[in-house]
């Protein structure tokens, strides 16, 4: 009888090329590339006569440093911002491979839109230099971020060296409470275990909260694996996921479709498979989060107080004192999109809590959808009326203000309150104070104009 593997084994085993000395030639099924070092990989490989081993299963995106304002251009706010479009436009198409351009129909966030497109498939090895790849990891894939350089060789030859990481579970066990959303539950895990928690191994989400959550809750959990320091975080693929997949732009169809599906039904642990670490969590013992600091792991319930053992640099760069309650601390501003939280089941919810309100007077906010589509489908069903009426601006997709690389910032100075997924020292501006938290959170703090829960709307506690 062979040994009860793991779904990390599984995936790991079935894309080794070639066993090497501390590690292994790992077979690489799709690349995903965007404007910010795309063209810089495409030119670099041009540059040494080589080419892209197979251009079907490599991608390309503007979503990193296109500007969202409505009426976009190439011209982005970012000085030089618009040679990053153009040149990989141009590297794009010399190489021969699929581009998601501007103002193309399927254009958006890379982790929003290779799910939406049926690009990311369960079993798959898949890579792109951005951290957040691993969000992809929902479908029962092997995702994970890698550098430029790395992109080239897996471009030119199908394959990444790779050290094989260490395996973690972790476990939520029970169901959410009214409220409380994947994004919590992420944040849980990372105030429990730290920002370092899951460093040098590639953790699987499991549990009844997890079987419970529909594909983008799971992308939302899986997004933020980054933060918690691991090589990547997946989800064990089930009928959610095929039902999502069905019928998508490069999903298979017809009898590959069926064949497809019945070799996913084996991509899950073996019974008594073994893990190098397991973590469990209860979570109906989870309320609404928030970070205080300036790392994902220095967060704290809603109704929690700042930690007396707060370090000081967070705390003076955050302008928070320990013991100090987090909830009613006035904010400048509210953004809800990025890769974490921008797709139409957050901005349902958010939009949910939003209705009838109006953001508080002097509240900068912003909604950002996390692709054209997600975009289409919101403005279809009205959600972009809603955000509009209250007071929020609403662009058009795009990574925008998770980070202000793309030359576009909040306020110096001012306090944010975030569905992005980190809260570095001016992540989002010059000594901008960004506070991650789930879309509901979000919408109850513009309306309170300080960190509010989300729980008090649903109870008409806060108007």
Request: charged share 20%; with cysteine.
């Amino acid at each position: 009888m062979s040994q009860p593997q793991s779904l990390f084994d599984k995936l790991w085993h079935s894309h080794v090329v070639a066993d090497l000395s501390g590690g292994a030639l790992i077979a690489i099924d799709r690349v995903f590339l965007h404007e910010r070092t795309g063209a810089a990989a495409l030119n670099s490989l041009a540059e040494a006569g080589r080419k892209v081993a197979d251009p079907s299963r490599v991608f390309a995106v503007t979503d990193h440093i296109v500007d969202t304002r409505p009426g976009r251009t190439d011209q982005t706010l970012m000085p030089g911002g618009q040679a990053f479009i153009t040149e990989t436009r141009a590297a794009a198409k010399a190489a021969g491979i699929t581009l998601f351009d501007v103002n193309d129909p399927d254009q958006g966030i890379v982790h929003v839109i290779s799910p939406e497109l049926g690009i990311v498939l369960p079993g798959c090895t898949l890579i792109a230099p951005d951290s957040h790849t691993c969000t992809q990891g929902a479908f029962g894939a092997l995702a994970w971020g890698i550098g430029s350089s790395e992109a080239e060789h897996a471009m030119a030859t199908g394959t990444l060296r790779l050290s094989k990481p260490k395996s973690m579970r972790v476990t939520f066990h029970g169901i959410l409470s009214e409220g409380v959303t994947p994004k919590d539950m992420i944040l849980t895990l990372l105030a429990q275990y730290g920002a370092g928690g899951g460093k040098g191994h590639a953790v699987e989400f499991a549990g009844e909260a997890v079987s419970a959550l529909d594909m983008e809750g799971r992308m939302t959990l899986c997004n933020m694996a980054t933060e918690f320091s691991a090589m990547s975080g997946f989800i064990a693929p089930d009928d959610k996921t095929c039902d999502y997949l069905e019928g998508r732009r490069f999903a298979p169809d017809g009898a590959q479709w069926d064949q497809a599906v019945a070799s996913w039904q084996n991509l899950h642990s073996d019974a008594d498979a073994l893990f190098d670490q397991e973590i469990e969590i209860d979570a109906s013992a989870i309320t609404p989060m928030i970070s205080w600091g300036t790392s994902p792991g220095q967060t704290i319930g809603i109704d929690a107080l700042v930690p007396d053992d707060a370090p000081p640099s967070p705390l003076d760069y955050i302008a928070l004192t320990k013991g100090q309650a987090i909830k009613g601390v006035a904010i400048d501003a509210a953004f809800i999109g990025s890769c974490t939280n921008s797709r139409l089941s957050d901005l349902r919810r958010a939009s949910a809590l939003l209705k009838g309100h109006k953001i508080a007077a002097g509240i900068k906010a912003i909604c950002v959808p996390g692709s054209s589509r997600v975009k289409r489908e919101a403005e279809a069903e009205g959600i972009d009326l809603i955000f509009k009426n209250a007071g929020f601006e609403w662009r058009e997709s795009g990574c925008s203000m998770c980070f202000f690389a793309g030359g576009e910032s909040f306020e110096a100075g001012s306090r944010v309150i975030s569905t992005t997924n980190r809260n570095f020292e001016s992540r989002q501006g010059p000594n901008v104070k960004t506070h991650i938290a789930s879309p509901e959170m979000v919408v109850a703090s513009a309306i309170a104009g300080a960190i509010a829960d989300p729980r008090d709307i649903m109870k008409g506690a806060l108007t």
